[in-house]
């Protein structure tokens, strides 16, 4: 089946508020049609972003969220708070998170799970450590995270995004090539296949992420299984971004 390419941009703790809201409007005068394209900027920026791209076609999103709905828990961020400010993906197990903050994955689990029986966009980050590929553990480590979905919950493929996003290439400039890309999202639909189904695995959108840029987003994205981008550094500027997002619009 034909699935719309998602173009994701992560501005991760980067931006002032005047940046964040600049940055945004650009994307939203420039985004084309055919494509969906959607930006995370920092929580204290979410309400600005999000009136700086109202009205247009760009999603706002989040780069992470708490799994309860309200209490005691300190400089956490609710799913119902972020539906307020008009979010409509939240992002789970993002490799910083996984290995920099160290959340386990139990703890990614749960988030995701909360993402999706709220009604939003679950983008669900898997991806192996350069360790970890060397040792030929790249199934290995996807499949595992991709077990932290539960076949019984997530039913709808269209509120399902994996971003699969190779470690070892985030922010590094090494970039997998078409073929390392599609080798593995094409391992992930397989999988996705047969722990739900295959009309269900060929429905779910499957991003890259990891230094995709202008100049190499079009042949990774030609692959038959790449169904988009989640973007790091070169999300931060507009037009890096949107030469991105077009190289997803179809022909």
């Known amino acids: 089946m034909a699935r719309r390419k998602f173009v994701a941009g992560n501005w991760?703790?980067?931006?002032?508020?005047?940046?964040?809201?600049?940055?945004?409007?650009?994307?939203?005068?420039?985004?084309?049609?055919?494509?969906?394209?959607?930006?995370?900027?920092?929580?204290?920026?979410?309400?600005?972003?999000?009136?700086a791209v109202a009205g247009s076609?760009?999603?706002?999103?989040?780069?992470?969220?708490?799994?309860?709905?309200?209490?005691?828990?300190?400089g956490e961020i609710s799913i119902g708070m972020l539906k307020d400010l008009g979010v409509r993906f939240i992002l789970t197990g993002h490799s910083e998170r996984r290995h920099v903050i160290k959340e386990p994955a139990e703890l990614v689990a749960k988030k995701a799970s909360a993402?999706?029986?709220?009604?939003?966009?679950?983008?669900h980050c898997i991806g192996e450590k350069l360790e970890e590929r060397?040792?030929?553990?790249?199934?290995?480590?996807?499949?595992?995270q991709i077990d932290e979905l539960d076949p019984a919950l997530f039913t709808d493929p269209a509120r399902l995004v994996i971003a699969y996003e190779p470690v070892w290439a985030i922010g590094t400039g090494r970039t997998?090539?078409?073929?390392?890309?599609?080798?593995?999202?094409?391992?992930?639909?397989?999988?996705?296949?047969?722990?739900?189904?295959?009309?269900f695995a060929d429905a779910v959108r499957i991003q890259y992420g990891g230094s995709m840029k202008p100049d190499n987003a079009a042949g990774l994205m030609a692959q038959p299984d790449v169904d988009g981008g989640l973007i790091g550094g070169a999300a931060l500027k507009a037009d890096s971004f949107l030469?991105?997002?077009r190289a997803g619009a179809p022909s």
Not at 115 to 123: A, D, N, R
Request: with cysteine.
């Open 134 to 144: 060397d040792a030929n553990k790249t199934f290995e480590v996807c499949q595992k």
């Open 57 to 74: 076609s760009v999603l706002l999103g989040a780069q992470d969220v708490y799994f309860e709905n309200d209490g005691a828990f300190t």
């Open 176 to 199: 997998a090539s078409d073929a390392q890309a599609q080798e593995a999202h094409a391992f992930i639909r397989q999988y996705i296949a047969k722990r739900w189904n295959a009309s």
């Open 243 to 245: 030469g991105i997002v």
């Open 12 to 51: 991760k703790m980067n931006t002032t508020k005047a940046q964040a809201v600049d940055l945004a409007k650009a994307v939203a005068a420039g985004a084309p049609a055919g494509v969906e394209a959607g930006i995370a900027p920092p929580f204290v920026y979410l309400d600005a972003v999000g009136q």
């Open 115 to 123: 993402v999706y029986s709220k009604g939003l966009i679950l983008v």
